[in-house]
Structures are given as structure tokens and as C-alpha cells.
């Protein structure tokens, strides 16, 4: 009897600690990743910046991944869709002077930045809801640039929404990582794969 009430003791215990650290289940409402399985290949890719309309576009998959930029790391380019319609990569980190930006023609546009004010206590959004939509992001265009700001990455965290270089839509939520030389960045990235 006791044996049974401390091994489900210890599988509560851990699995409050992975929660804690972030591990497992995120409580914002969008998955782990890789949470999504690889998207197959599509039959059709969203190119032009014209209007979205519900009727025309059938559902996306979901490329999601997980990247660490930073002094030591291994990643230095990275392609944010690890399906077969990737093979070009997206973004670039310097190893050296630790600046992160978009490569080959992806581009990127600021969706929100937190300064520890957006959110109560700096706190990080809690839903899928906070986060933008495939049609946000597809609109949010005008704004696009081919480099990230410096205020944006030194913000605590900053949602960047981005049009790949095959030109799939997606978001990336960037935070910086704490008394790193040269700058590191956690980077969560979200794109949508038609």
C-alpha cells in the first residue's frame, strides 16, 4: 500500500516539475513541439499578397519547431519547414556577433512585443488566441522587412509574424536568453503549410 502511494507520489512530483520547466504540455494553448507531425507534401503554395478568402484555401498543416540560437549552438541556418516543401532555410544566426535575421527572401513584420507592460507582470499569453492567425499574418504583409529590430529582440519577447522563403505564412515568437555573449535567442516558430 505504501509503495503504491509513493510511486503515484513521485509521478505527481515529476510531472509538476516537467510542467514548471516547460516541458511536456504548454499552457498557451499551442503544442509542444514537435507536437505536429512533418506536413506531407502539399498541392499548392500561397505565393501572391492578395486578399484570403474562407472559400478558396483548404486547411494548412502546421510546421512546429523549436530552435536555440546561440554562442555554443549547433544551429546557424535554419529552414522552419521540415516537410518535403522546405529545403531552402529561412533564417540565419552569426556564432560571432549574434545577430539573428530572415535569409533568402523570407521577410518578417512585428505582431507584438512585450517591455514587461503588454501583459500583466510580463507574463507570456495564455491562448491560441493571443497568438496571430494564418489570415493575420498573410495581411500583415505591408509591414514586412528582411531584418528583425534590435529593440524587437531585446524585447522579453517579441511575435514576429513571417512569410517563409517557399512563402508560407507562419509566426515566430522570439525571446532573448539572459547575460549571453554575443546575443542568443529562443526562437518558436509556427508556419502553416498549403
Known sequence: MFKRVGVVAVVFICSFILAACGLGARADGLPTPPADAPCL????????NGPVTTLSLGPACRDVTQHQFQEAGQETTVDL???????TADLSYDHFTGDLKPIHGATV???????????????????????????EC????????????????????????????????????????ANQKPDAYDVYAYIWVR
Open 109 to 135: 513584420s512585428l505582431y507584438k512585443r512585450n517591455n514587461g507592460w503588454w501583459w500583466p507582470l510580463g507574463n507570456e499569453p495564455k491562448t491560441r488566441g493571443d497568438y496571430p492567425g494564418e489570415r
Open 41 to 48: 507534401l502539399s498541392g499548392s503554395q500561397i505565393t501572391g
Open 138 to 177: 498573410r495581411e500583415n504583409r505591408a509591414s514586412e522587412q528582411h531584418v528583425f529590430s534590435k529593440d524587437d529582440l531585446a524585447a522579453e519577447f517579441s511575435i514576429f509574424c513571417i512569410k517563409t522563403a517557399e512563402g508560407h505564412d507562419g509566426f515566430l515568437i522570439i525571446s532573448p536568453r
Open 81 to 87: 519547414e521540415h516537410s518535403p516543401v522546405g529545403g
